[in-house]
């Protein structure tokens, strides 16, 4: 039940993990139906997953019970605004002291309220929002002053990803790298692509 997920998420908390087994980034959606967007799959533009897991190796935690295998790791969950807004609460709220360091919150609708929400209860943790949807974007970007939010176009969970490892590449020199590698096989793949229209 929820409930138990809420129970749960304190108890983490209360933990004091080793850096080492906790996740690294949280991601947050609105609804399974965001899944394909935030995640990514067959048939789909590449989401957070193909981002984190493929590009960059993280793994994907799903057992807390034990130190995952891979340095670093992300977590999964669904979490409605309007449908649970204790357990969005309670993500938020306790994320920090469960070792997450950065979030990627994605919703769509016209009132995507969870990335904002989540970003004003976590704080100062750093969020990144995905609009799921086009007109998602002005919910999702839209904070007053004093009240920020990391935002990115909709759909675009892939460089929501990027942007959390950015985040975390500023402790983990190893995360540096794994960036910098990808963006060099962007460039060679430009280049390749360049090469084949013109016979260089
Ligand atoms: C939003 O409403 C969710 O993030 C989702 O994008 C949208 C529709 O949700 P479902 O009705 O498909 O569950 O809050």
Same mark, same amino acid.
């Given at each position: 039940s929820v409930q138990s997920i809420i129970d749960q998420l304190h108890e983490q908390a209360e933990m004091d993990l080793p850096n080492e087994a906790t996740p690294d980034v949280g991601i947050v959606m609105g609804s399974d139906s965001d899944l394909p967007t935030m995640a990514g799959g067959k048939g789909k533009r590449p989401g957070a997953y193909a981002a984190l897991a493929e590009e960059l190796g993280f793994e994907e935690q799903t057992d807390y019970t034990e130190a995952p295998e891979s340095r670093f790791t992300f977590e999964t969950f669904v979490v @409605?605004?309007?449908?649970t807004p204790d357990l969005m609460y309670a993500y938020a709220e306790t994320a920090e002291a469960r070792g997450i360091d950065v979030i990627i919150a994605g919703a769509g609708g016209k009132s995507a309220d969870l990335p904002n929400m989540t970003a004003s209860i976590a704080y100062p943790l750093p969020v990144i929002g995905v609009?799921?949807?086009?007109? @998602?974007v002005d919910s999702v970007i839209g904070m007053p002053q004093g009240a920020p939010i990391t935002a990115v176009d909709a759909g675009k969970s892939f460089n929501a990803a990027l942007t959390a490892a950015q985040i975390l590449s500023r402790e983990h020199t190893e995360i540096r790298e794994r960036l910098v590698d990808y963006h060099r096989g962007l460039q060679e793949d430009v280049g390749e692509v360049s090469r084949d229209l013109h016979e260089m």
């Open positions: @409605s605004a309007h449908r609009p799921v949807q086009e007109k @998602s």
